[in-house]
T-cell receptor, first 110, second 113 residues
Framework: GENVEQHPSTLSVQEGDSAVIKCTYS??????FPWYKQELGKRPQLIID?????GEKKDQRIAVTLNKTAKHFSLHITETQPEDSAVYFC?????????FGAGTRLFVKA | DGGITQSPKYLFRKEGQNVTLSCEQN?????MYWYRQDPGQGLRLIYY???????QKGDIAEGYSVSREKKESFPLTVTSAQKNPTAFYLC????????????FGDGTRLSIL
């Protein structure tokens, strides 16, 4: 079946450093790629998304890049802060069906 | 955002029992979804509904059932046929149209007694 692979599963960085999370997808029909952040015990929340007609999108300290040919996309967080510590999920969507990656647990050490 | 309400927060099921998880939204969204989240895994789609009175199976629909009689409500029943129901269940909704961001509820944690 269709799947999304996400790496790494755990990432630990020093406050102020950058963090990069990478995902690959298998369904070439996917054309929408959201990223969600889930803090401990809370609901997932959308932090940024990108559509297939765009190669890169940035929102303050967060950026996402998409390579449709290679079928991979990445999340970049710059100047990390302790409040960035959470689990991050990538996802690939075609119409109403969304496939999520397994998640990356990000630790930002103060 | 408080637009999606899931209840109860915690639920316990006895062997052989069906239980129903509630999901209500006041965002006027057409589409609603149910996901299962297990430790160390991503969200897996159980069922989704694009409009009232219509729903489709996701990747892991076996042992689950849903209904969509009202736009605001999308209850999930975990039947006795679901042999491993212990998990965290998340409901979500999105506005009409394809490929829209999803808004999630706070989830229901289901455990077996």
């Amino acid at each position: 079946g269709e799947n999304v692979e996400q790496h790494p599963s755990t990432l630990s960085v020093q406050e102020g450093d950058s963090a990069v999370i990478k995902c690959t997808y298998s369904d070439s029909a996917s054309n929408y790629f959201p990223w969600y952040k889930q803090e401990l015990g809370k609901r997932p929340q959308l932090i940024i998304d990108i559509r297939s007609n765009v190669g890169e999108k940035k929102d303050q300290r967060i950026a996402v890049t998409l390579n449709k040919t290679a079928k991979h996309f990445s999340l970049h967080i710059t100047e990390t802060q302790p409040e960035d510590s959470a689990v991050y999920f990538c996802a690939a969507s075609e119409s109403f069906k969304t496939i999520f990656g397994a998640g990356t647990r990000l630790f930002v050490k103060a | 955002d408080g637009g999606i309400t899931q209840s109860p927060k915690y639920l316990f099921r006895k062997e052989g029992q069906n239980v129903t998880l509630s999901c209500e939204q006041n965002l006027n969204h057409d589409a609603m979804y149910w996901y299962r989240q297990d430790p160390g895994q991503g969200l897996r789609l159980i069922y989704y509904s694009q409009i009232v009175n219509d729903f489709q199976k996701g990747d892991i629909a076996e042992g689950y059932s849903v209904s969509r009689e009202k736009k605001e409500s999308f209850p999930l029943t975990v039947t006795s046929a679901q042999k491993n129901p212990t998990a965290f269940y998340l409901c979500a909704s999105s506005s009409s149209g394809r490929n829209q961001p999803q808004h999630f509820g706070d989830g229901t944690r289901l455990s077996i007694l």
